[in-house]
């Protein structure tokens, strides 16, 4: 490899990987939370990952993810794979669209978590963007909130390019699972609910919802970066809250789901 060559390599920072992720996609995946992220949601449990660089953080190239990777694929099944998560993976396109294309071409299901906020049809982006989607098999979408107003208080950002960029996930009927954190006095509440379900309906690409109920095992990263936690007294959702949460975006009306053939 030349010197040109190496420079041109993108490289990614990495927050942390999962080598058994059992909730990021389907089947046993290998998971990394890559880092960045413009959004400041209040019920955040990985604030530590909001810079884009830290002392904490390690850089990697896809070659270099890959190999980590591969090392438990024996593990995966054929549903399993690889996810890439955040902060907003969406921040590193260069790096994701390496480490896909690259996984890809060894035959491995690609999957990309991202709540959407750097979506923009501004150039380069656009492109890059959908180089990326050509080599991604499915995208976990998190729906912070559809509520416009709600949303900006909940994040810091309002929502508009956010289901914008869901419209054209499901205009090139690419495969989404959309995840709903359930969050009392941010999200839970039945008219946004329902009004979610309505948008949902309308997109043709969607494999799966999930209701995610809040929890508070990250306070203590906020308390460790010396950030006062905003949602201090919050109580989790009951089971009844997320019941109805269910019932209101009719999850279980989502449960064809089977992994596209790759291999």
Known sequence: MTETQILATPVGYIHSTENFATFDGPGVR?????????????????????????EEMREATADEMLAEAERYRSYWGKDGGITVSGGEALLQVDFLIDLFTKAKAKGIHTTLDTAGQ??????PFFSKLNTLLAVTDLVLYDVKQINNERHKKETGWKNDNILEFARYL????????IRHVLVPTLSDFDEDLMQLDVFIKSLNNVDRVEVLPYHTMGKYKWEKLGRV?????????????????????????YTNYKVREHY
Do not use: I
Request: with cysteine.
């Open 229 to 253: 936690y905003p949602l201090d007294g919050v109580a989790e959702p009951t089971p009844e809250r997320v019941q109805n949460a269910n019932e209101l975006l009719h999850t279980a009306d």
């Open 118 to 123: 750097p979506f923009t049809r501004r150039e």
């Open 170 to 177: 499901s205009d090139m009927r690419k495969p989404v699972w």
């Open 30 to 54: 290998f998971a990394m939370f890559l880092q960045g992220c413009r959004m400041r949601c209040q019920f955040c449990h990985n604030p530590d990952t909001w810079d884009l660089q830290t």
